[in-house]
């Protein structure tokens, strides 16, 4: 069933807003897939803040004109879906290890900063940690000089508490007291 003119505008200004505050944007094949797995894979895409659709390529390049991933347009060929996201390296590792999963399922292409991704360029980004990872990794870099400062601090009152124990166990009975 062919969309109204009405509609057409109404998807072209909704994935135009997606576009417009992702970072990253993946093009794949997904000839073979069926419905199940296409819905396992917006599932698992929408856990971690990946929008994954199925648009026509005419209104795709709409979409993109003017913006960062207007390198895109030319990848519009055949049936592809878009993911795009915030965060670059969830957009291709949901993508990348759902790619492992199904084999019917291609990246083609994609695009991050207005530059184009290969395949190999995205399968490289998948591999990196996540935005979670590295803020953990970030945290924990900035507490340790505080949980090595607090430790240091309490290892003085607590050594000085056993070096007396120790003088008093070392006394004979009769001057301990």
């Known amino acids: 069933m062919s969309l109204s003119i009405d509609q057409k505008k109404a998807v ?19 000839r073979g897939l ?7 894979l917006r599932g698992a895409a929408r856990d971690v803040g990946v929008d994954v659709r199925v648009v026509k390529n005419t209104l795709a390049r709409r979409c993109v004109a003017d913006s960062d991933f207007e390198c895109l347009s030319d990848h519009f060929v055949g ?24 084999d019917q399922l291609k990246i083609t292409m994609g695009a991050m900063n207005g530059d ?26 900035m507490a340790a000089p505080m949980n090595k400062l607090a430790q240091t601090l309490h290892a003085i009152p607590s050594q000085f508490v056993r070096t007396l124990a120790a003088v008093r166990d070392s006394r004979p009975e009769d001057q301990a007291a």
């Open 12 to 30: 072209v200004d909704e994935v135009t807003q997606v576009f417009s505050a992702a970072q990253a944007a993946v093009l794949a094949e997904y």
């Open 34 to 40: 069926t419905v199940a797995q296409i819905t396992e």
């Open 79 to 102: 049936p592809v879906m878009i993911s795009s996201s915030e965060d670059p390296v969830a957009v291709a590792k949901v993508i990348a290890n759902f790619a492992k999963q199904h």
């Open 116 to 141: 184009l991704l290969d395949a190999s360029a995205i399968q490289a980004l998948a591999k990196l940690p996540g935005r979670d990872e590295l803020l953990a990794t970030l945290v924990g870099t």
